[in-house]
């Protein structure tokens, strides 16, 4: 269908209208993202071929079987027990929930943020309620630290995956990358940091623990897939290097293998009722938001715009690589505050990879910088992070009202030290 408006022009449109839906509204999101995709395919914008094409299967199939491992590793009940543990073996409140944070943060390094949340939630909602205090700090930080480390890993949060689809890496090259340190260890010296807030945030909480019920483990057979499977991520580089198939098929191999154990158990016990929920909770609205937000940036960088952005960048910033990454870095903190990360920064690889190409350096240091401010720059409001509202959700059902200014009061320390540790690491280590 021909039209007399430009290409450019179409397109930006489209996008726009979707993403302004994006913002103001956090429901139907896929259905707004299809609708827009559909416009463009009627006007000739993007064909069938271009949209097959443009979906990265491999982080479709990373991000599904990564979601069923999570809501079967919270089911068998490890994640719950490991943190009643590490609650009754603290000598006071304040120092139970740093390492309750602290688990939160490991597990949401290899578990999808919001099912992280779910997993220690109780906990702290529990000593709260023993110790006849407010739970409203304690849920805010545990919401932040699943956040953080979420960053560290391929399979920690769909922003890494669509980073290492675009960018080609492997499980292996968040830890090392051609022979330096990866952003595994920039969101560390960041995590120090920003546990050294939350420190300065519970000493105030000296009363001693009262012991809580350690939960009986169903089934340690989800972890040992999770575990098994993290092992075969981390050796399929050698086989796929160019990221192309095999982290997909790894995940979509153990997803399977969890949910035929669950069944064969439920079966064993006489109830299905269990591997019939994990399938009922998974979330396949966000697998297809993911798959429109690729088609829709495929349709921005095939009509130039994501170039046009990166030129105009670069305008700003002329040949300094320094600002351009300090840009890139704070830009995105102060944007992902109150917008969804995962379109941001599937728009914004390409023109940081862009951006790289023109000041003549290496993309890394651009590519590290925008995941690691738009990851953590939804930690400063209760919006600006999937695993904020559900928090805060948690709460109100509680009967506690969350303002907005005191969401702000304890996430932006918490992300200014965070984001601060990590952009100083990966500017040592790539510039």
């Known amino acids: 269908m021909s039209l007399p408006i430009p290409p450019k022009t179409t397109v930006l449109i489209v996008f726009c209208a979707a993403y302004l839906f994006l913002v103001i509204s956090r429901r139907h999101r896929a259905l707004a993202l299809w609708v827009g995709v559909t416009l463009l395919f009627v006007l000739g914008r993007v064909t069938l071929g271009g949209l097959v094409s443009d979906i990265n299967w491999n982080v479709i199939g990373i991000f599904a079987g990564t979601l069923v491992m999570a809501e079967l590793f919270i089911h068998s009940k490890v994640p719950a027990r490991l943190a009643a543990i590490l609650v009754d073996r603290s000598a006071t409140v304040g120092i139970a929930i740093l390492w309750v944070c602290a688990l939160t943060s490991f ?3 290899f578990v999808e943020n919001v099912a992280t949340v779910l997993i220690v939630a109780p906990i702290a909602l529990e000593l709260s ?10 849920l805010i930080a545990l919401a932040i630290s699943s956040n953080l480390q ?5 399979i ?3 922003p890494s995956m669509i980073l290492a689809g675009y960018q080609k890496m492997s499980f292996n090259d968040f830890f090392f990358l051609g022979g330096k340190p990866g952003i595994f260890f920039a969101v560390q010296l960041g995590a120090l940091l920003s546990f050294v807030v939350l420190y300065f945030l519970f000493r105030r909480f000296k009363q001693p623990i009262r012991q809580i019920e350690v939960e009986r483990v169903e089934t340690w057979f989800p972890t040992l897939f999770l575990a098994l499977m993290v092992v075969c991520l981390a050796g399929s580089s050698s086989l796929d290097p160019d990221f192309r198939y095999l982290g997909g098929v790894i995940c979509i191999f153990f997803g399977l293998l969890g949910l035929v154990h669950q069944f064969l158990r439920d079966r064993r016990k006489g109830q299905r009722q269990r591997c019939r929920q994990v399938l009922k909770e998974y979330d396949l609205e966000t697998t297809f938001f993911l798959a429109g937000i690729f088609v829709m940036v495929g349709a921005l960088t095939r009509v130039g715009l994501i170039g046009d952005l990166a030129g105009g960048i670069q ?10 990454y300090t ?26 990879a862009m951006l790289s190409q023109g000041l003549g350096i290496p993309p890394q240091l651009l590519i590290f910088g925008l995941l690691i401010g738009s990851c953590l720059g939804g930690n400063i409001t209760p919006i600006g992070a999937s695993a904020n509202i559900v928090a805060v959700g948690l709460l109100r059902r509680e009967g506690y009202h969350v303002s907005f200014g005191e969401f702000v009061r304890i996430g932006l320390p918490f992300t200014l030290a965070a984001t601060l540790g990590s952009y100083l690491f990966v500017l040592w280590v790539w510039s």
Request: net charge neutral; aromatic share 12%.
């Open 156 to 158: 920690g949060d769909p």
């Open 107 to 109: 597990i949401s390094a």
């Open 315 to 324: 305008l700003i910033t002329g040949d300094s690589v320094f600002w351009a």
């Open 327 to 352: 840009i890139i870095v704070w830009g995105s903190v102060l944007f992902s505050a109150f917008v969804d990360n995962v379109p941001y920064l599937t728009a914004m690889i390409p023109v940081a």
């Open 150 to 154: 979420g960053t560290a890993t391929l």
């Open 129 to 138: 309620r023993r110790l006849k205090v407010s739970p409203v700090t304690f």
